[in-house]
């Protein structure tokens, strides 16, 4: 089974810049795409940037322009540069590896990390 390892986030102030990484360990073939998906308290879980293994990606309306997405295939990982921070990115922010296949084993499934919180204060 894969499992999902995020780091960073944090406190920062308006304006500033954090990094969320997330690496996928265990016997992982391939990984279809990775992304970052962030939910507030009574929201729902929305999209915030996506990388497919090909570097396709796909940006949520608020990550645009600001927040950048990228991908190491070889290590499975996936970071999320997020510049220019406002106080309305204050979220749980969730790692998200899409299409996930396993030597020895045909079968695809996605899998969630543990979430890591990110706020913007003054």
């Known amino acids: 089974q894969a499992q999902l390892v995020e780091s960073g986030g944090g406190l920062v102030q308006p304006g500033g810049s954090l990094r969320l990484s997330c690496a996928v360990t265990?016997?992982?073939?391939?990984?279809?795409?990775m992304g970052w998906f962030r939910q507030a308290e009574g929201d729902e879980r929305e999209l915030v940037a996506l990388?497919?293994?090909?570097?396709?990606?796909t940006y949520g309306d608020a990550a645009k322009g600001r927040f950048t997405i990228f991908r190491d295939n070889a290590k499975n990982n996936v970071s999320l540069q997020m510049n220019s921070l406002k106080f309305e990115d204050t979220n749980v922010y969730y790692c998200?590896?899409?299409?996930?296949?396993?030597?020895?084993?045909?079968?695809?499934?996605?899998?969630w990390g543990q979430g890591k919180q990110v706020t913007v204060s003054s």
């Open positions: 265990g016997r992982v073939y391939s990984i279809d795409a």
């Open positions: 998200k590896a899409v299409g996930i296949t396993l030597f020895g084993d045909y079968n695809k499934y996605d899998a």
């Open positions: 990388i497919s293994s090909r570097d396709m990606t």
